[in-house]
DNA sequence: GGCATATAGTTAGTTATGCAACTAACCAAA
DNA sequence: TTTGGTTAGTTGCATAACTAACTATATGCC
């Protein structure tokens, strides 16, 4: 058991992802500065749209990490700005497939953009070698908990 | 800048935050299990009070990172469940100390062994070595951004 | 003393999250 | 085909977050 004797601050440090939260706080600042009016939240869910468009709900459930009632109300704001459309599935009438708008596919270019400078804010003066053991970890953290 | 030929996943992993978010759900769960009626939110403010009693609020968000409604309400709530007490102090009028009651004097064994133990669960099969280093680079980016 | 400014905290409005309970559609076994 | 269980998505409720605007107190300069 390697990992016992870790002290309270340790543990705090992690347990409260101040790095995640001020890199998403940092992303929200920069889209605004470029006259992008989406969340962060929203633009997760974008994200993968543009990876692949037409994704059920439940595909987004599990590619943001969020629950169906989350997933639920995103889009039903990404429809209100029109961004995405629902469209329902023909082969299962339960499943609502998720559609990118034009609007939404010209955003891709700039808002990859901003978060790739929000990133390298965030990184400078880390190591490429350190960026990737500590990517390695999130990683591991994150298949012993889900 | 060795940092501009991050792809696309790399950033998004890094973005999204999905280890943490996995250990506060995971602590969530814990505490339920244990009987502890708390959100983990509160417990962070509680952790900085047992560290030092009677914080100012502005304290507490410099603690904790979060900002200065978000702790009135945290403490609102911690309030209504008797955890703590607002006062008045007196050298400034403007500024309200955090005091713990007995009974979030009883919480802290209890809640630092859940703590313990949702970070053994996170942290199963993570050398220490490489602990550090996740340490070392979450709190890097912290410093960049903050 | 009096006025401008800064600081501590609160309130209001919008968005997001988690949980539980719900509806609708699908599916498999009797 | 009916019944019972499962899956996809929605709704309601509570907590929490950010922004902006607000009140009250303190401070510093004239």
Not at 12 to 26: C, D, L, P, V
Not at 39 to 46: D, F, I, M, R
Not at 96 to 110: D, H, R, W
Request: hydrophobic share 40%.
């Amino acid at each position: 058991m390697p990992n016992n004797q870790f002290k309270r601050g340790e543990l705090y440090s992690f347990m409260t992802g101040k790095a995640s939260t001020a890199i998403a706080r940092r992303l929200q600042k920069n889209f605004k500065q470029s006259g992008i009016e989406i969340t962060v939240e929203q633009w997760s869910v974008l994200y993968h749209l543009w990876k692949q468009d037409g994704m059920s709900q439940q595909e987004l459930c599990n590619a943001t990490f969020r629950d169906k009632p989350s997933i639920t109300r995103l889009v039903d704001n990404l429809e209100k700005l029109k961004l995405v459309k629902r469209v329902a599935s023909k082969d299962d009438r339960r499943m609502n497939m998720i559609y990118l708008t034009e609007e939404a596919l010209k955003l891709e270019t700039q808002t990859m953009e901003v978060a790739n400078i929000t990133l390298n804010e965030a990184l400078e003066g880390v190591s490429t070698e350190n960026i990737a053991i500590c990517k390695e970890v999130l990683q591991l953290v994150y298949d012993n908990l889900k």
